[in-house]
């Protein structure tokens, strides 16, 4: 299998254009950690890399903007962030093998996402490069000035199998005056979810709020950022909370990969349950799991891919949108449900 790792744009371009130009199926990737740690590997005639499009092309931090090609390593991009005590508070969970294509790719969020939202909510501009060898510039530089982004969010957990991403703009946060950490530990789920619920409907604004049932029992992780002064609230308002060590946040961050490499089979959700089931199926599953309470999603290994059907129409959406960009499919070839 040949292997191409374009240095700029312009040869990622070209790169795709001439494989597609001789029908040659392409997998495409960043570091490919996803194949080497237990992803399924897409056959391939081409492997197109794009580890070695790493540049920081603009980082304004007056603006809280900045651009990378989607190369870059996502713990340099969190690095030079944080030497300006800014931050993007994705919090992939497999970070240091992870490039910002990858990330974007694979629409990775973590913690922070309950009040920080996803990659959607921070990109405010990209470059891809299509099977043609045409560069597509969507949106900017500009925050609020994200006219033509749609293209782009296609890309956003589209895994590769549209087009490459060359370069992700994004808008960037300031690092909270300071940060805290509150644990609650429940003997029930009931229970946990409860105490969510009361924190939801208080004025608490929490940048994120966890339950895992790790190591026993169930666990409500609080984060607070903010002005000391907020966060003396928290510390009045959750009155039976233990303050705990933030670095709590990078177990839970790591959690699921060590998970997935450790426990190939799990418990498998129904993909289309009910927010009001999260006490009930976190209560019975019989594997560790992290509720992002706040923002209604579990991680817990699926032991079968969903198939098609339990998609409803997104499936056939998904495969009009395959077909304007891919029609000959030959690029991640199987990715997706096994299908696109
Ligand atoms: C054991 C393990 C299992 C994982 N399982 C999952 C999982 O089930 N679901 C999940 O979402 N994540 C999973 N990940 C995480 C995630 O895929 C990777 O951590 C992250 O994408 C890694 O970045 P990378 O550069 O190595 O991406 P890669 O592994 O190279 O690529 C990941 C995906 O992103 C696409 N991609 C990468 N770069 C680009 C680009 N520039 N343009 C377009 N597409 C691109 C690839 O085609 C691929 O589909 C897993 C990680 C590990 C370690």
Redesign the pocket.
């Known amino acids: 299998m040949q292997m191409f790792c374009p240095e700029s744009p312009e040869q990622l371009a070209e790169a795709l254009r001439e494989a597609a130009g001789l029908r040659r199926t392409i997998r ?8 080497r ?3 399924s590997i897409c056959p391939a005639g081409v492997t197109l ?3 070695a499009m790493k540049r920081l092309l603009q980082y304004d931090p007056k603006d809280l903007t900045v651009s990378v090609q ?2 870059m390593a996502w713990t340099d991009l969190e690095r030079t962030l944080d030497g300006h005590r800014q931050m993007l508070p994705l919090d ?3 970070a240091n ?3 910002v ?8 969020s973590g913690p922070r996402r309950r009040l920080y939202g996803t990659a959607r909510d921070m990109i405010i501009g990209m470059k ?1 490069a299509t099977l043609e060898g045409k560069l597509i510039d969507s949106g900017g530089m500009v925050v609020k000035n994200v006219a033509g982004l749609d293209m782009a969010k296609l ?1 956003i957990g ?3 199998t549209l ?4 370069v992700v703009n994004f808008k960037v946060f300031p690092i909270p005056e300071e940060s805290r950490t509150f644990e609650m530990r429940f003997e029930t789920a009931a229970q946990a979810f409860g105490e969510r619920d009361r924190i939801l409907q208080s004025h608490l604004q929490p940048t994120a709020l966890d339950i895992v049932n790790w190591p026993s029992g169930f666990r409500l992780l609080v984060r607070a950022g903010g002005h000391p002064r907020v966060i003396e609230r928290y510390t009045r308002e959750l009155p039976r909370a233990e303050i705990v060590n933030d670095s709590v946040w990078n177990e839970v961050r790591e959690f699921t ?1 060590r998970f ?2 450790d426990r190939p089979q799990g418990a498998v959700i129904p993909i289309a349950s009910k927010l009001t089931q999260m006490p009930s199926i976190a209560q019975n599953l019989a594997v560790p799991f992290i509720a992002r309470a706040g923002s209604g999603v579990i991680y817990a290994h699926h032991a079968e891919s969903p198939q098609p059907a339990d998609l409803g129409g997104a499936f056939e959406m998904m495969t009009k949108i395959k077909q304007m960009f891919d029609p000959g499919r030959l690029l ?1 070839r199987g ?1 997706l449900y096994g299908r696109i």
């Open positions: 495409l990737g960043g570091n490919f950690s996803k194949d740690l237990g992803g890399s794009t580890h989607a190369g992939p969970g497999w093998e992870s490039t294509g990858g990330v974007v790719a694979a629409n990775l891809f890309m589209s895994f590769g087009a490459a991403v060359a990969p997935l490499v991640n990715r």
